[in-house]
């Protein structure tokens, strides 16, 4: 598509995911600390669920000779990614659900596998095997980050509430200062023609996947853990929003 309404509809996404995720831009501040430092100024990186391209477009920002590949299954998502992104990055049309996927990357190693509000469209079994594929691709001392919302249950009902409404205080700021509603985004996306076009596409690819329970923390560092990652734990956390970490 249109590299000018790619580039605005990522702005307008940033936008709009800032209105759900408070501090989103110290998330990303600290996922590309810990890649350059870990990994160096010239890593390859696997955006994961990359949506739009939102990072990949800050990895690449951030460490020009960098190499990205981003995945995703969202046909709209996907035309936009791509136009965004140009012939700065590979993206590939794959099925995180669909067995074998990491297979069809064109690459069998990455430096770094990296992912932003996302994976939570995932069961419990999924993530488990989205983890375990994904840990195939690094050698050893290859990272994952994976920065999500990670719900308090009931274990930590104060914490839980507090969350919540701080949540509702940051949409309600982020509405009122212009932002999009994630399904007024969609709206806004389909007003290009190219991406109309992908609408029902969309909707069949979709239509069987409703979305799923959260998945706490302590569920995110057992299932790297049974994945094959040798050391996990947290390098960011603001209330219920975490950068998980996994080491190959």
């Not at 990055?89 to 509000?117: N, Q, Y």
């Not at 507090?162 to 932002?179: M, P």
């Amino acid at each position: 598509m249109n590299a000018d309404d790619a580039r605005r509809l990522l702005r307008l996404w940033d936008r709009q995911q800032a209105a759900y995720v408070a501090h989103r831009e110290a998330r990303f501040e600290a996922m590309l600390a810990v890649l350059e430092l870990h990994a160096g100024d010239a890593p390859t990186v696997l955006d994961l669920a990359c949506g739009p391209g939102a990072i990949a477009d800050r990895v690449l920002a951030a460490l020009p000779k960098a190499t990205a590949i981003a995945v995703d299954y969202d046909p709209i998502l996907l035309a936009i990614a791509r136009g965004a992104l140009a012939d700065r990055a590979e993206v590939h049309d794959l099925d995180l659900v669909a067995a074998g996927w990491e297979r069809r990357l064109g690459t069998d190693r990455v430096d770094a596998v990296l992912s932003s509000t996302a994976l939570h469209w995932l069961s419990p079994a999924q993530l488990l095997d989205v983890y375990t594929a994904a840990g195939r691709l690094l050698p050893p001392g290859g990272i994952l980050l994976n920065a999500d919302h990670l719900r308090f249950d009931d274990r930590s009902p104060t914490l839980r509430d507090v969350s919540a409404r701080h949540d509702a205080r940051t949409q309600q700021a982020g509405l009122a200062a212009g932002a999009l509603r994630y399904d007024a985004w969609y709206d806004e996306a389909l007003l290009v023609p190219d991406l109309a076009a992908l609408a029902p596409e969309r909707e069949r690819r979709f239509a069987d996947r409703p979305p799923q329970p959260p998945a706490p923390l302590d569920f995110h560092l057992a299932a790297l853990r049974a994945a094959g990652f040798s050391e996990v734990g947290t390098v960011w956390q603001y209330l219920d929003d975490y950068v998980v970490f996994a080491r190959r």
